[in-house]
């Protein structure tokens, strides 16, 4: 298989071809076997990252990209757009967590019929497939143009997923969700042309423009005439203007404190499996844009932003903690506590050093197994339940000790007890500022932590209300996990704690990679 | 640049005299004209008849047609006219040019007289199909056989 | 007297080469007497007169094509002087002309469907058929004609030779009073607006004692814009400003849009939007045309670019509350036009090179226009066969679409996200190709004018979505005709394979248009010889 990547982002395309073609009592089981062999395709691509292997020859950032596929797409006189696909240590354990999540909640989506009386599979379906796709192909671009295609095929579906398949309240998050989103995305189509239009200037020949992500960051003219102060976009110095255009563009969908208003209405509204993708997966993409495009390319707006950001990051672990203590919604305390812990991932970025982003960089990655958990562990409840009160529920332990001793288990990754995936990501980001070697780091640092309090006080207040208790009437009946749940959360429970346990496998897989982009950014 | 300020100044002048006038008239109207209101006044004039009837009155659509069918042939006229007086310097060519020209006239003339649209009884024309289709199928027997 | 006139200047006939290169002309306009006199022999048959339309719209545009594709005939001009030619029928004519009856024929056969699928006068389309094919192709002939002239004078008559059937045309449904009520709004407007029109064109004559733009260009380029100028230009641009639907000469259009049936809205909305934009794009390239001209075009240029913004934001903003979907569209292709306007009002910058390259804008224009017509045809196209079933046009009859007919909710969805701009569809590229093209200007801040307008237009597109999917409805299923599905099924297609496995071809494609545009509209080559080029330096 020689392009394998590229099979490998439309493998989910041809099972939504399927799905169409197919009759509509068969769209789950081919969604939940295209996703399997999805997930399947990507754990053959495991080899190089390995230690040892192919991608960890050390030439620097780029260098030692893996299963590259590079073609043309319209080039056209001065146009240069090419189908530029690859993955390295920062994108690789991103796409294996796509994949993985996806099967999941595709898995989750099993009793479909149960909850929308089975209106338009095939319509869920397709959707659901050209979502991953769109999130595949995101995680593997490595050219602008691409990453920004493929940015924007995330937003139709996610739209009519929430609007169609949604709560009482769709209407209003879906198309919430699809303005703020696509607010960021116009501002990042500005900073796309205008960066094109630079390289060109900087290589001194129109014709040598490009939109190669990788070439913004190593390619010596381009970055530096990037990172100049004297070069100028309508009066801002342009590396400045482009990574505040970006930062905007990604931070809505991090999403950071101002502009995370639409997270809590998506998520709240959106079927589970939707929110275990939308949790454990778009968020990330957010978070991967800033390693992958803001920081590299424009380090020095990223030294002139960095308290800002960290400014922001803090707000959000904090602010996120806070709002999570006020809420009765079970699934609105889980989307705050996502936004919580976005914030030790922006925090990390922001303070640029190796510690700083392989914690970052983890955290993303723990998000993305303990936050899809905790959606599928409200889901259950949900199903059965029918309502989502705190202060209703009680006693759940006793009514269905499976889930009790796995919901447990998943809160706790997300809350950051040690020996859990959760903790490590959390505690290198704390220690990374701490010492970085900004002036205003060490208080930072101080109040993260204290925002890991908060975040132990909701989640055991959280587990108190709903799981400790005595036995309630209503709940005594419940079935317990059934065998697809327990399949769906065993996958996650298990690399929660190994990645607790053992965390050196998977900052294996991205540390080299980290430690290129460290040199781009100090280099500069 | 001169002659182009000039013909600002012309312009402005033109305009300003232009509203000056009209709205002037209009106000010396108002200043200067007794003021006696009376029934008859407000009635429309008909030649110092006691007005019959309202003044605002449908007009036939006929009219319309007639006048309309009138401008084209008059216009049609008046380029014959010069067509003429330069036939000999232009030659064979302008013959074609006026045969086109004339042709397309022609056609659309038949078609008006064919659907019965120079037809002054046309209310009851329309709707009586024995009268109107005789002369169709006459007419597009003619056309026919004239092809 | 008058003998003594006109012998003093000698008589001059065309050659039979230069009648033969108006064939796309003759086409058009033997169309229309075709189908008077088939009705002559026939009678009043709806099926010939829409087949012969049909003939002659298909023959129009084979003759385009080969026009465009052949590019033996640079420049074909019809005048007593070669220069300064009344009629010009080149490679940039031929592709608009060509888009014209392309759309002609589409817009043809959506009549027809009509017919079969159940509009209300039924019964008074077929006996007016006659007339309605006239009208039609006489307002196709007045736009073919649009593109075609580079005279002041014929600019005007070309415009209304479009106008005056359109306003037939849009009050064609006899005993409906919005329509009655849109043709007389239309007609008042067109009235006012080409009064204007001819009163710029002759303060311009007055000035410059020629109706040639070619040369009204060169002596502004000496001269420079004079106060006087810039009132005649503005007064002239007004009447195409009309025809484009341009802010502030905009309010016959969601009347207009409204009141026709819906083969005529869909027709204007294309069809009239094509042969304005290009005429602008004539007009302004060649008032441009020397360096010196391009120079003094500065400020007209600007205005127009500020024009552009405005329309599209006005029209952006005017279809959030409508509930109408003819009338949301008629706001959606204000905003549209404003897109495109944008980019004409770039085309004064020398970009272009000797080498070949095409200017960015004029190439942007066509490459929008194109996925415009495609995008346009499918949307009425779905709302037509709605109203067909449904009897309405409202935004409540689209309720649930998307589970009454799941393939016209899917072109639906496709078309509107495609006129938001978003990827993959071909919305996104074209407007993507315009904006590179802004940049390329540095006109910076139209770009932020651009993406907030697409930012704007997200919301009340989605209200259409939002209606087909997450509204439910116990309606009855939409029946639609098999044809016409299949036909806004192939254009959702082609809208979805522009943007993805096409985009380059359709670039390639607008930039050999915009390169033959430069070819035939440099009859002396002048703003390209007098910039250095990469040759000259050696």
Redesign the interface.
Same mark, same amino acid.
């Given at each position: 298989m020689e392009h394998i990547l590229t099979w490998l982002i439309f493998l989910p395309l041809i099972g939504m071809v399927a799905v169409l073609i197919a009759p509509s009592s068969m769209a789950r089981g081919i969604a939940w076997m295209t996703t399997f062999i999805t997930f399947l395709v990507s754990c053959t691509m495991f080899g190089p990252f390995l230690p040892g292997g192919a991608a960890w020859t050390g030439d620097g950032y780029g260098k030692a990209m893996q299963f590259v596929h590079q073609t043309p797409w319209i080039h056209v006189g001065n146009f240069h757009i090419n189908w530029h696909v690859g993955l390295d240590g920062l994108s690789f354990p991103l796409i294996i967590l796509t994949t993985l999540i996806t099967w999941l909640s595709a898995w989750a989506s099993w009793n479909f019929d149960h909850w929308t009386n089975n209106k338009g599979a095939k319509g869920f379906f397709a959707l659901f497939l050209l979502l991953e796709t769109g999130v595949l192909g995101t995680f593997a671009s490595l050219d602008f143009f691409l990453f920004y295609i493929f940015w924007e095929v995330m937003l139709l579906p996610m739209y009519f997923l929430i609007g169609v398949w949604g709560g009482p309240r769709k209407e209003y998050a879906a198309i919430k969700f699809f303005l703020y989103t696509l607010a960021g995305s116009v501002l990042m189509l500005v900073a796309l042309i205008a960066m094109y239009f630079a390289s060109g200037t900087a290589m001194g020949d129109p014709g040598n423009s490009t939109f190669n992500i990788i070439d913004y960051a190593i390619n010596a003219k381009i970055h530096d005439y990037f990172n100049d102060t004297t070069t100028k976009f309508l009066g801002w110095t342009f590396g400045r203007a482009m990574f505040v255009m970006l930062f905007i563009g990604f931070m809505i969908k991090v999403p950071l404190f101002p502009t995370h208003t639409w997270l809590p209405d998506a998520h709240v509204e959106a079927p589970t499996p939707i929110s275990m993708i939308l949790a454990g997966v778009l968020l990330k993409l957010g978070a991967y844009g800033f390693l992958r495009v803001c920081y590299p390319i424009f380090p020095e707006a990223g030294k002139w932003a960095a308290y800002a950001v960290a400014t922001l990051g803090v707000i959000n672990i904090v602010y996120g903690a806070f709002c999570c203590l006020a809420q009765t919604d079970f699934k609105r305390l889980v989307a705050y506590s996502s936004i919580s812990h976005m914030g030790y991932v922006v925090l990390g970025t922001a303070i640029m050093t190796d510690v700083g982003f392989q914690g970052a960089m983890f955290q993303i990655l723990a998000h993305g197994v303990s936050s899809p958990m905790c959606f599928f562990l409200v889901g259950v409840i949900y199903d059965r339940a029918h309502h989502r009160d705190l202060n209703r529920f009680g006693g759940l332990w006793l009514a269905m000790p499976k889930y009790g001793s796995l919901a447990t288990l998943g809160f706790f990754a997300s809350l950051g007890l040690p020996a859990l995936c959760g903790f490590i990501g959390e505690i290198w980001v704390l220690l990374g500022t701490f010492n970085a070697g900004f002036p205003w780091a060490k208080p930072m640092a101080v109040i993260a932590a204290f925002g890991a309090i908060l975040t132990a006080a909701y989640i055991l207040w959280m587990i108190q209300r709903v799981y400790l208790g005595k036995k309630q009437e209503q709940y005594a009946d419940f079935p317990d996990v059934t065998a697809r749940e327990t399949a769906i959360l065993i996958p996650m429970a298990a690399l929660a704690i190994f990645m607790g346990v053992l965390p050196k496998y998977t900052f294996d897989l991205m540390n080299g990679t980290l430690s290129d982009i460290i040199k781009v950014i100090q280099g500069s | 640049?001169e002659y182009?300020?000039n013909?600002?100044i012309g312009?402005l002048i033109f305009v300003v005299a232009g509203i000056a006038m009209s709205f002037g008239a209009l106000l010396i109207g108002h200043l200067i004209r007794t003021k006696l209101p009376h029934p008859e006044k407000a009635a429309a004039y008909e030649c110092g008849e006691p007005a019959i009837g309202p003044g605002w009155v449908q007009f036939d659509l006929r009219f319309y047609v007639v006048a309309l069918v009138f401008l084209i042939f008059d216009i049609e006229v008046a380029l014959f006219y010069?067509w003429a007086?330069?036939y000999k310097?232009?030659?064979i060519?302008?013959l074609w040019d006026m045969l086109v020209f004339f042709?397309?006239i022609v056609?659309?003339y038949?078609?008006l007289w064919?659907?019965g649209y120079l037809d002054w009884v046309r209310a009851t024309g329309l709707h009586d199909k024995r009268s109107t289709v005789r002369r169709?199928d006459a007419?597009?027997r003619a056309?026919?056989q004239w092809? | 007297m008058?003998?003594a006139l006109?012998?003093a200047t000698p008589?001059w006939?065309p050659s039979a080469a230069d009648l033969q290169r108006l064939g796309p002309l003759w086409s058009l306009a033997g169309t229309i007497?075709a189908v008077?006199?088939a009705?002559?022999?026939?009678?009043?048959n709806y099926r010939v007169a829409g087949a012969i339309a049909t003939l002659g719209g298909v023959f129009t545009a084979t003759l385009c094509w080969r026009g465009i594709t052949g590019g033996a005939v640079p420049f074909a001009g019809l005048a007593p002087e070669a220069a300064a030619p009344m009629l010009v029928v080149d490679q940039f004519s031929c592709f608009f002309i060509f888009l014209i009856s392309v759309f002609l024929v589409l817009v043809t056969g959506m009549w027809f469907m009509g017919l079969d699928a159940g509009v209300p006068d039924e019964a008074a389309r077929r006996r007016d058929a @006659?007339e309605f094919f006239v009208l039609f192709v006489g307002s196709a002939f007045g736009m073919a004609l649009m593109v075609s002239t580079s005279n002041l004078l014929m600019i005007i008559l070309a415009v209304e030779s479009a106008s005056l059937p359109s306003y037939g045309l849009a009050g064609f449904r006899k005993k409906h009073r919005p329509a009655a009520e849109a043709s007389l709004k239309y007609i008042l407007f067109g009235a006012v607006t080409s009064a204007i029109s001819v009163y710029g064109a002759s303060?311009l004559y007055?000035?410059f004692h020629t109706l040639d733009l070619m040369k009204i260009s060169t002596a502004i380029g000496s001269q420079g814009i004079?106060?006087?100028?810039g @009132?005649g230009l503005f007064a002239f641009l007004i009447g195409v400003a009309f025809k484009v639907s341009a802010v502030p000469f905009h309010f016959w259009c969601p009347d207009v849009f409204e009141g026709a049936s819906i083969e005529i809205t869909t027709w204007l909305s294309v069809a009239s939007k094509a042969a304005g934009l290009g005429l602008m794009l004539r007009i302004m390239w060649l008032l441009s045309c020397t360096v010196q001209s391009a120079d003094a075009m500065r400020w007209v240029a600007h205005a127009v670019a500020i024009m552009a913004a405005i329309t599209c934001t006005v029209g952006n903003f005017s279809a959030f509350r409508q509930t109408n979907l003819k009338r949301l569209l008629a706001f959606s292709s204000i905003a549209h036009a404003g897109y495109m306007l944008m980019a004409v009002s770039i085309i004064w910058q020398p970009r272009e090179s000797a080498a070949g390259m095409p200017h960015p804008a004029s190439s942007a224009v066509i490459a929008y226009m194109i996925v415009y017509l495609l995008m346009n045809l499918a949307a009425f196209g779905v709302v037509a066969m709605v109203y067909w079933s449904t009897g309405r046009e409202t935004m409540d009859a689209f309720n649930g679409l998307g589970w009454r007919n799941p393939l016209l909710g899917v072109v639906m969805a496709t078309c509107l996200f495609s006129l938001v701009g978003l990827p993959p569809l071909g919305g996104f590229i074209t407007k993507y190709y315009l904006l590179i093209a802004l940049y390329d200007a540095s006109l910076i801040w139209l770009i932020f004018v651009a993406v907030f307008n697409t930012l704007l237009s997200l919301y009340y597109y989605a209200r259409i979505a939002y209606a087909m999917y997450f509204v439910q409805s116990d309606e009855a299923p939409v029946r639609a005709p098999a044809m016409g599905q299949f036909a806004v099924l192939m254009c959702a297609a082609a809208i979805v394979l522009s943007g993805t496995f096409y985009a380059g071809k359709l670039k390639s494609f607008s930039d050999q248009r915009s390169r033959d545009m430069y070819g035939a509209m440099q009859p002396t080559g002048l703003r390209v010889a007098e910039r250095p080029t990469a040759d000259s330096m050696h």
């Open positions: - | 640049m182009s300020n013909l600002v312009l010069p007086v330069v310097e232009a030659g060519a302008a042709g397309v056609v659309g038949l078609y064919r659907f169709d007419l597009g056309a026919r092809m | 008058t003998h006109l012998a008589l006939m007497v008077l006199f009705a002559l022999l026939v009678g009043r @006659v303060l007055g000035q004079s106060v006087l100028t @009132v």
